[in-house]
């Protein structure tokens, strides 16, 4: 019955994770294929680990299958293009990883794609052990080595899989931590800014320097934390009143439809990165006060709709420098920080203008209205503030902003340390992958989770399953809740795994087919068994006393052979089982 509770749970918490009005979670796809996949490819995780023991980061194995394909489900929903293959294989790497399942039995059970991606995974881990010292030219070459003979997929996963053990690798002993952290720092972050994975890298980069360089982490981020608390409003009200003063700009009307401002705080170790100036170690390092682009904002333009393309970006273009004539009105431009790349742009083509700008002190409870501060009064602040603090402004058109994140151009590349045939070779593979998945968001939104590592799968799943048994309630009543989106009152993850259980389509749940899924998931062959999950599932219904024999008497069941499983019932079950084991954290 544990292995059921758990599968129960993993898809109840992975199926409304997945991408929205796409394939992968759709009860509507092609025969269900891709749906089927994601849940065979749990069903043979499930009975491949049964009996493995506690990974040596303290989790159960299960536990982290269930957290890494949660991660992956996350990506695809942000945009990043991994299809049902993609999600399977992550599935499974956990159980291939400790020896319990192999190659061939993937191939046997999911077909050779899903089987192919494993296997490179597996290579792609492999790329450490064929350098060693991990300089820049050794490093290089293995990401090449990474991009070049594998599924770019499989490269994903990997990233993903790192990622998740550096979360988690407490419990390891130090020099190990610092192995996995430099091998993450040289090898894997660079290839997830090169795959787009942004928001990721930086995580990975942070982690390791956290673990590498513990005294400079501790410093660096109580500095940055300082800062931005003392600066966070005062950047706001920066963007409130440049967005202001471009509304009330009537040159820049006339050139532009509209206009976006986004904020940025640098990582921490790109930071670390600029205070030793590692991109040319001869000057030496710089101070504090010499770094300038900790706190950022960019003015994304957007051409005029009424206009012909090239008309309209061409005035885009010049409304960009009316956006940084305004800018410099407003604030303090630092001498000598300002930059023009779109009249002359880089060799790689990136295009955009950059200038830094002080900010201003923040305004005193006394103060009278006015100025672009932050309003708090806060002392410490104040004098942080007051010592000097800086923010860089990039300014570039909506098309400059594409290319910069996506194209030849691409800041992403620089930090992947990939050339321009690369780069197009990732983009080819993004755009036919894309084109695969409809319904997929076209950009990127990534979130890091705040929350810690999720409880153990098995330990809660079989409290899951005593409550289920019990009756204790833990849904909360139709629509949402756990299991995600409903339909009809019952949860997307309820609905596919029923239909994936109900074999010859006739909307209820026999004994043949229980005992068929019980002897996939590696449990008990025969009819006892088949008849015990029976009674748990049909259990899981407040019994209505009015189909009793005799008012008040004990209600009437038909045989066990006779007896089925309705969809209501069983989406009772996983309803509550998934919410006895706690979904993993949102986001990335």
Not at 151 to 179: C, F
Not at 234 to 256: G, I, M, V
Not at 279 to 290: C, I, N, T, V
Not at 539 to 567: I, K, M, N, Q, Y
């Amino acid at each position: 019955m544990l292995a059921v509770a758990e599968l129960a749970s993993a898809w109840g918490t992975l199926a409304p994770r997945l991408p929205p009005k796409s394939s992968v979670d759709s009860t509507q796809d092609a025969d269900g294929v891709e749906t089927a996949m994601l849940i065979e490819a749990l069903k043979l995780a499930l009975s491949s680990l049964q009996g493995a023991p506690v990974r040596r980061d303290g989790r159960e194995p299960m536990a982290r299958t269930v957290e890494l394909a949660a991660v992956l489900a996350d990506l695809a929903t942000a945009g990043i293009p991994l299809d049902a293959e993609s999600i399977a294989a992550g599935v499974l790497l956990e159980a291939a990883d400790t020896g319990r399942l192999g190659i061939a039995a993937i191939q046997a059970r999911l077909g050779p794609g899903v089987a192919d991606l494993v296997h490179d995974v597996q290579r792609i881990r492999s790329a450490p052990e064929r350098v060693e010292l991990f300089d820049d030219v050794a490093s290089s070459a293995v990401r090449e080595w990474c991009l070049a003979l594998h599924d770019v997929r499989a490269v994903v996963l990997q990233v993903v899989d790192v990622w998740d053990s550096l979360r988690h690798m407490g419990p390891l002993p130090a020099a190990e931590q610092q192995l996995l952290a430099l091998e993450a720092l040289q090898l894997v972050a660079p290839l997830g800014h090169a795959l787009g994975l942004g928001v990721l890298s930086a995580a990975i980069e942070d982690a390791c320097f956290r673990v590498l360089f513990p005294s400079s982490y501790d410093h660096t981020s109580a500095w940055l934390r300082e800062l931005v608390d003392a600066a966070e409003g005062t950047l706001f009200a920066c963007q409130r009143q440049l967005l202001s003063a471009l509304d009330e700009h009537p040159r820049f009307k006339q050139l532009a439809g509209s206009c976006v401002i986004r904020a940025r705080t640098k990582s921490l170790f790109s930071i670390m990165k600029k205070l030793l100036r590692l991109e040319d170690l001869s000057k030496g390092g710089r101070s504090r006060d010499e770094v300038y682009d900790v706190l950022g904002m960019r003015a994304v333009v957007s051409p005029r709709p009424d206009l012909p393309v090239a008309e309209a970006e061409a005035l885009a273009a010049e409304a960009c420098y009316v956006v940084r004539e305004v800018a410099e009105l407003l604030w303090s431009p630092v001498p000598d920080r300002s930059k023009d790349y779109i009249a002359a742009p880089k060799s790689n083509g990136y295009q955009s203008l950059h200038l830094t700008i002080e900010l201003p002190r923040p305004r005193q409870p006394w103060a009278a209205g006015g100025g672009g501060g932050s309003g708090s009064g806060d002392g410490d602040e104040a004098a942080l503030l007051e010592a000097g603090a800086f923010a860089e402004l990039q300014v570039r058109t909506a098309v400059m902003d594409e290319a910069a994140e996506g194209g030849d151009s691409a800041h992403s590349l620089y930090k992947g340390g990939l050339d321009a045939a690369q780069a197009r070779q990732l983009r080819d593979w993004t755009s036919s992958l894309r084109a695969r998945l409809p319904g997929r968001a076209t950009q990127l939104r990534l979130q890091l989770p705040a929350g810690g590592p999720s409880s153990s799968a098995s330990s809660s799943a079989a409290a899951a399953a005593a409550a289920a048994s019990s009756g204790s309630s833990g849904s909360n009543g139709d629509g949402g809740g756990v299991g995600g989106v409903s339909i009809g009152g019952v949860a997307v993850g309820s609905s596919s795994l029923f239909a994936h259980w109900d074999l010859d389509g006739n909307g209820v749940l026999t004994l043949g087919e229980l005992r068929e899924q019980l002897q996939q998931l590696g449990g008990g062959e025969s009819d006892d068994d088949a008849r015990a999950l029976m009674a748990l599932l049909t259990s899981t219904l407040e019994v209505d006393e009015s189909t009793a024999d005799e008012p008040g008497g004990a209600p009437w069941f038909p045989p066990d052979d006779e007896r089925t499983v309705t969809l209501a019932e069983f989406d009772r079950f996983v309803r509550r089982v998934t919410e006895m084991r706690g979904e993993p954290p949102r986001g990335l």
